[in-house]
Nanobody, 127 residues
Framework: QVQLVDSGGGLVQAGGSLRLSCVAS????????MGWFRQAPGKERECVAAITRSGGITYYADSVKGRFTISRDNAKNTVYLQMNSLNPEDTAVYYC????????????????????WGQGTQVTVSS
């Protein structure tokens, strides 16, 4: 069982930055691929970034490439999402997700590939 707690959201002006954190409970964090998703009102949940168990391979949605960075610290059971150059289109509830896996080099970017979710943290970018 994995429990995830997201934090770090807030209100920021366009062009600003935020860093989201997701702390996982349990001893399986280092065995889990992780992802950050977002969901805006009326839209489907989409993956913005994903990372393999060791952190060696990452994935980014085209819409955030070059602006967002996903990273993890397995010693702290934490995954981060550094978000720079934010724009109003980034406004959404952001969720972290975990998928325990034996695959060391795989990341996952579909919501139905993840079994554990954080509670979400609101990010609002004003113009």
């Amino acid at each position: 069982q994995v429990q995830l707690v997201d934090s770090g959201g807030g209100l920021v002006q366009a062009g600003g930055s935020l860093r989201l954190s997701c702390v996982a409970s349990g001893r399986t964090f280092s065995s889990a691929a992780m992802g950050w998703f977002r969901q805006a009102p009326g839209k489907e949940r989409e993956c913005v970034a994903a990372i393999t168990r060791s952190g060696g391979i990452t994935y980014y949605a085209d819409s955030v490439k070059g602006r967002f960075t996903i990273s993890r610290d397995n010693a702290k059971n934490t995954v981060y999402l550094q978000m720079n150059s934010l724009n109003p289109e980034d406004t959404a509830v952001y969720y972290c997700a975990a998928r325990p896996t034996s695959a060391e080099y795989n990341y996952f970017y579909q919501p139905n590939q993840y079994g554990y979710w954080g509670q979400g943290t609101q990010v609002t970018v004003s113009s």
